[in-house]
Each structure stands twice: as C-alpha cells, then as structure tokens.
C-alpha cells in the first residue's frame, strides 16, 4: 500500500501563489507517477498535471499550463505543485494521487488518494 497525503492549500487572493506538497510513504518503490487532481464544488473532478518518476516528465491541463508547475523531491517521496497566478476559478480541493503506472490525465489510473487540500482563491 501506498499513502499519500496533502498539505499546503489556504486562502489566496487572485495574482497571488501557493504551493502544495503531497508526501507519499509506504510501497513507494511501487510508485511510478503521481498527479494532481482538483474539484469545485458542483463540478466533476478535472485533471491538473501529472509527473513521471521514471523521467521528471511532466503534463499539465491546458487551464493551468503556464501558471502551474510540478517537481518532485526524490529524497522526500514528495510531490509539489507550484502554483502561480492564481484565478478564482481555481478554487477547488486539490487531490493527490499516486499510480504504478504511465502518468495520464485519467483519475482511475491512479490506486492511492490523499484526502485532498482547500484551496480558495478571492477576486
């Protein structure tokens, strides 16, 4: 088993930055992507970005390319997701996920969940 958890989301105002960290502990040899996820309340969940432990490759959804940013600590087991200019449209919680798979923008190719982190940002 593999846990992940969030940490780092708050309150914001638009223009202003956050940066969130996703830890994963456990089977972590198993682990071959994490991402990031995010919903708004009354919408479906979306894909952020993605990075590939393999190679630090990463992919991000086109509302947040440009603005957002995903690294990895690999001494840490930890993921982060920069978070830059940020619009009232990105309010939502943002979830972590790891997989032992190819990253892709499909949340039901991730196995592990953290139980996500609030992020509001005010116009």
């Known amino acids: 088993q593999v846990q992940v958890v969030e940490s780092g989301g708050g309150l914001v105002q638009a223009g202003g930055s956050l940066r969130l960290s996703c830890a994963a502990s456990?089977?972590?040899?198993?682990?071959?992507?994490m991402a990031w996820f995010r919903q708004a309340p009354g919408k479906e969940r979306e894909f952020v970005g993605a990075i590939s432990w393999s190679d630090d490759s990463t992919y991000y959804a086109r509302s947040v390319k440009g603005r957002f940013t995903i690294s990895r600590d690999n001494a840490k087991n930890t993921v982060y997701l920069q978070m830059n200019s940020l619009k009232p449209e990105d309010t939502a919680v943002y979830y972590c996920?790891?997989?032992?798979?190819?990253?892709?923008?499909?949340?039901?190719?991730?196995?592990?969940w953290g139980q996500g982190t609030q992020v509001t940002v005010s116009s």
């Open positions: 456990g089977r972590t040899f198993s682990v071959y992507s």
């Open positions: 996920a790891a997989g032992d798979r190819k990253a892709t923008v499909w949340g039901y190719e991730y196995d592990y």
